[in-house]
T-cell receptor, first 112, second 109 residues
């Protein structure tokens, strides 16, 4: 079975720009969760998508948005980038039949 | 107070030592995860527990549901075990992971 793949692995953007991060879910998983991990801190929950619909959201502004596709892959979009958006963005896929999570390796976003 | 707390925050050990990392949580959970993250890297899931004890190689994880406490043990530690170890509670009602702040482990040769 395939794992979770995130792309790109690294990205540098300028303040004010927009970015799209991508995540493929593990085969058999129908749920994708996105997390932001600032340097030296634990991951913070951004939102979760279940069967193409948002299924919970953390304390992040509306400029963080997402999508899930019929194949359960997902995108995280961030508009109007701010310097504080610089972080490691992690996605994890899971199934509604158990609580196991598979994490991707993350996308390192740097906003300058 | 964080819903999921770990101790210690930092741990330095000599190769071969037995290591214990603790996790306490204050929320109702469906499962508890132990995760490993190497510097600058992604997260690897080590264990998922809802009761009792699990063992994988030199790693052992235990959970006491009544006391809302879990431990991760590493036997015969090795420098390649150096990483951040994170416990994360799966909140059944919210269907999301609540992460602890992590324990930075350094195993010296």
């Amino acid at each position: 079975e395939t794992g979770v793949t995130q792309s790109p692995t690294h990205l540098i953007k300028t303040r004010g720009q927009q970015v799209t991060l991508r995540c493929s879910s593990q085969s058999g998983h129908n749920t994708v969760s996105w997390y932001q991990q600032a340097l030296g801190q634990g991951p913070q929950f951004i939102f979760q998508y279940y069967r193409e619909e948002e299924n919970g959201r953390g304390n992040f502004p509306p400029r963080f948005s997402g999508l899930q596709f019929p194949n359960y892959s997902s995108e995280l979009n961030v508009n109007a980038l701010e310097l504080d958006d610089s972080a490691l963005y992690l996605c994890a896929s899971s199934s509604d039949s158990n609580y196991g999570y598979t994490f991707g390796s993350g996308t390192r976003l740097t906003v300058v | 107070k964080n819903e999921v707390e770990q101790s210690p925050q930092n741990l330095t050990a000599q190769e071969g030592e037995f290591i214990t990392i603790n996790c306490s949580y204050s929320v109702g959970i469906s499962a508890l995860h132990w995760l490993q993250q190497h510097p600058g890297g992604g997260i690897v899931s080590l264990f998922m527990l809802s009761s009792g004890k699990k063992k994988h190689g030199r790693l052992i994880a235990t959970i006491n549901i009544q006391e809302k406490h879990s431990s991760l043990h590493i036997t015969a530690s090795h420098p390649r075990d150096s990483a951040v170890y994170i416990c994360a509670a799966h909140g059944g009602a919210t269907n999301k992971l609540i992460f602890g702040t992590g324990t930075l482990l350094a195993v010296q040769p």
